[in-house]
């Protein structure tokens, strides 16, 4: 058997609850993109039945939604790229964002089969998809006036620097978005994870919380039991072997670690093969039996090396958790010089996923 995930589906109902207490008043996009960030996207929409409305990045993964069932709201964050996928979004009832002058063009051909709900994207300094602020009112109008657009256009910004608490981008992202809000008294979105547990003034009328819910922190130095959310996966294998080396022995690739002293030494059955990460440094921790060890030398593709020097007892067999309960992936990710965004995108489909 090897590594297992094990996706806790009461941590997830637990963290949008928290979403919701940080945000009263607010109703929720639960943004499962990327395959819920790695756990499972119809897992994910069949937990989080309590959403408003579910955000994906592309056409293709509302689709699949759809086409298993799911009838909430469901906002489509990158919008489309050609009529092949507006159509698509049109059939399948997706709420499209409006980023740039090419998916307004789009959206002006006759013979969509329904009106689209969409969310006009302003850039306020994220520079990445939007209109700038002053462009706002003529593509506002535009849409509005639009028979393919269906209902009040939305607005909606994303945060740049959002996980950054001492930055003060957000702040002035936050204050060149609220004017527009105002001028055309239509719902409005602007906080992601970070906006909702610490942006206060980004809180409005839709949230979009996303790595929160899996249960990581979306701040620099952040920690998610601080923020009260509760690890969603778990990822565990187990030990393979254990050998004795002597003083001066070089363990893995290319040796970059040295026994000190005459010591036992595990392996434990995942590597980057399984998306763990191979820039986890010699130190970086793992819990065997529920203590902590360190791995020691390089990550391999389907195994890693520990010190057992403080663990006489351990038998090939034991259970090692890389990530989740009791070992936060904030930590493990900083510690790989990444964020937990990636370690969970990153787990591959060798691992084999169960709900607990
Ligand atoms: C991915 C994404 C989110 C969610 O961000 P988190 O940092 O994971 O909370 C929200 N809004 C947009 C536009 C996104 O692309």
């Not at 297992?4 to 979403?19: E, G, K």
């Not at 937990?47 to 469901?74: C, M």
């Not at 040295?258 to 191979?278: Q, S």
Request: some cysteine; charged content about 20%.
């Amino acid at each position: 058997m090897g590594p297992r995930a094990l996706i806790d589906p009461a941590a997830l109902s637990h963290n949008l609850q928290r979403a919701r207490e940080a945000a009263p008043g607010s109703r929720v996009v639960a943004v499962i993109k990327a395959n819920a960030y790695g756990h499972g996207i119809l897992w994910a929409a069949r937990v989080l039945d309590q959403a408003d409305a579910f955000g994906v990045a592309r056409v293709e993964e509302g689709v699949q939604l759809r086409q298993a069932g799911v009838s909430r709201e469901i906002l489509v964050l990158e919008g489309v790229v050609d009529r092949e996928e507006l159509i698509a979004a049109s059939t399948h009832g997706l709420q499209l964002a409006i980023n740039n002058p090419w998916q307004l063009e789009l959206l002006q051909r006759p013979g969509l089969p329904c009106p689209v709900v969409c969310w006009l994207k302003v850039d306020t300094g994220m520079h990445r998809l939007g209109f700038a602020p002053q462009a706002v009112a003529a593509v506002w109008r535009q849409l509005q006036d639009n028979p393919a657009v269906k209902g009040k256009v939305r607005l909606m910004t994303h945060l740049a620097n959002g996980d950054d608490l001492r930055d003060d981008t957000s702040r002035r992202q936050i204050a060149a978005f609220r004017p527009l809000v105002e001028r055309f008294g239509v719902e409005s979105s602007i906080a992601n994870s970070a906006g909702i547990l610490g942006w206060p003034e980004a809180r409005s009328d839709w949230i979009r919380p996303g790595i929160m819910l899996y249960g990581a922190s979306p701040f620099i130095d952040g920690s998610a039991e601080a923020d009260g959310l509760q690890p969603v996966m778990t990822l565990e294998s187990r030990l393979i072997a254990v050998s004795h080396y002597h003083r001066g022995a070089r363990i893995g690739y290319s040796g970059t670690w040295e026994c000190p002293e005459p010591m036992r030494v595990g392996v434990v059955a995942i590597g980057y093969g399984d998306g763990y990460p191979r820039h986890a440094p010699s130190g970086t921790p793992v819990l065997l039996a529920g203590r902590r060890v360190p791995l020691i030398g390089r990550v391999s593709m389907d195994m890693i090396s520990i010190d057992l020097r403080t663990r006489p007892q351990a038998r090939i067999g034991d259970p090692v958790t890389l990530w989740g309960k009791g070992l936060p992936a904030d930590e493990i990710a900083r510690a790989a010089g990444t964020i937990a965004y990636e370690l969970f995108c990153g787990v591959t489909s060798r691992v084999d996923f169960q709900e607990i």
